[in-house]
């Protein structure tokens, strides 16, 4: 089914955050912002311009709506503790692998207080740990490992129990990550415990931005 003006204008504003934040908090020009879509668009008839402009219009009342979420999730950020670590390696492991290895894995490791993740694909595990347990890893699994990253840093948002009950934090946060180009490798959410993994090049950008 073809797609209407109005929801191609709000497909195009969803992925674009930098125009989205914008048009959030109204600094944008709605005619510009018209004009630009309807060229990228390749829909430059009048009517497709002023319909884009009264979708666009209508799409920032309800961003509004969610800038003034904004002020809850800031106070609740500004009370949360930020815990770095770097040295963070991740293993992208082949799903033929017997949980047993990996519980065994994750044993030794919490045996010496140091940090391991499993995040459970539908075709991989990931394995996120510190570097000084990369060898461990990597004689227990050989050529099960599909994919292996280091240089990676660890940013983890500690909030209170109040984020259950706080709309839209996560996107916020994924947003500034985007908005300041910054890839985000690798996240988990554990109640309370928000973390990002990503390279250890982007930590000061990422320390700037996440300052509440």
């Known amino acids: 089914m ?12 969803k992925n674009h955050p930098n125009i989205k934040s914008c048009l959030k908090k109204e600094l944008i020009n709605y005619s510009s912002l018209a004009r630009l879509i309807a060229k990228e668009l390749k829909i430059e008839k009048k009517t497709s311009k002023e319909a884009i402009l009264v979708a666009a219009r209508r799409f920032q009342y309800k961003l509004k709506k969610e800038f003034s979420y904004e002020k809850e999730i800031k106070e609740l ?32 490791i919490r045996k010496q207080m140091g940090t391991f993740y ?3 694909g539908s075709n991989s595990y ?33 909030s209170s129990k109040d984020i259950e009950q706080t709309r839209g934090v996560i996107s916020y946060l994924t947003s500034l990550f985007t908005e300041n180009g910054v890839n985000i490798l690798e996240f988990l959410s554990c109640w309370t415990d928000t973390i990002f993994i990503i390279s250890d090049k982007d930590l000061p950008k990422a320390m700037n931005f996440l300052k509440f």
């Open 2 to 13: 073809e797609k209407s003006t109005t929801e191609l204008t709000i497909e195009y504003i």
């Open 77 to 108: 950020l500004a009370n949360s503790e930020t815990e770095i670590k770097n040295k963070i390696n991740v293993f992208i492991l082949e799903k033929s692998i017997d949980l047993e290895m990996i519980d065994e894995i994750q044993k030794k």
């Open 118 to 120: 499993i995040l459970e």
């Open 126 to 158: 990931i394995l996120i740990t510190q570097e000084k347990y990369s060898d461990l890893i990597k004689n227990k699994f050989k050529q099960k490992i599909i994919k292996y990253d280091n240089n990676l840093v660890l940013i983890n948002l500690k």
